[in-house]
């Protein structure tokens, strides 16, 4: 047992035995960087769950003659973004730190803006989720370096997975405001 798990403070368990009060984790990744990943992941997760509100109140208020391609393109949009946050979410718990799962902690970390009060025309809604998209990315990518330096491949695996489908639904977006 190293030095530091013995520091910690012991506690009873339900037979009344000692047990140390935190399981230590030892999977060759430093607690520090551990932390470091779960902050980045943790951002991640509050951009995507944003992402994914601001997708599917579109989804409700689209209107205009692109109602049918939009509603459904955002529905398959949102599903895609519900269906992420939990491997994100159980990435940063399998880290051994707490998943954000509050909107006072989404709005104080994500990097997306909250969707307007008012629903605004189809193309400016298409404008916002480009936008959305792209800055997912960004927070996926700003993460890498140090995922990739602290040899964490699940990490590494999920976030080239999240970079891949922003940058190709941004590409599908951006596509609709051309021509
Ligand atoms: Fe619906």
Same mark, same amino acid.
């Given at each position: 047992?190293?030095?530091? !798990? $013995?520091?910690?403070?012991? #506690?009873? !368990? ?13 999977? &060759? ?5 551990? $932390?470091?990943?779960?902050?980045? /992941?943790?951002?991640? /997760? ?17 209107? &205009? ?30 880290? &051994?730190?707490?998943?954000? &799962? !509050? ?10 803006? *909250? ?18 998209? %792209?800055?997912? #990315? ?13 040899? *964490?491949?699940?990490? #590494? *695996? ?5 970079? *891949?489908?922003? %940058? ?6 951006? !596509?609709?405001?051309?021509?």
């Amino acid at each position: 047992m190293s030095k530091k !798990s $013995a520091k910690a403070k012991p #506690a009873k !368990s339900a037979e009344g035995a000692l047990v140390p009060a935190t399981t230590p984790i030892n999977i &060759g990744i430093s607690a520090k960087d551990r $932390a470091a990943i779960a902050q980045g /992941l943790n951002a991640l /997760l509050a951009d995507t769950f944003t992402l994914y509100l601001t997708t599917h109140n579109f989804h409700w208020n689209v209107t &205009g003659p692109m109602f049918n391609t939009l509603h459904t393109m955002f529905m398959e949009q949102y599903t895609e973004l519900w269906n992420a946050v939990d491997p994100i979410a159980e990435r940063i718990r399998a880290l &051994g730190f707490p998943a954000s &799962g !509050s909107f006072a902690d989404y709005t104080k970390l994500s990097s997306l803006p *909250d969707a307007p009060t008012e629903p605004p025309k189809a193309l400016e809604m298409i404008r916002i989720l480009v936008a959305g998209h %792209e800055a997912v #990315a960004r927070t996926a990518r700003d993460l890498f370096p140090l995922v990739d330096q602290a040899s *964490d491949e699940p990490t #590494a *695996d999920l976030l080239t997975q999240r970079l *891949d489908v922003h %940058e190709k639904a941004a590409w599908m977006l951006r !596509s609709l405001l051309e021509g």
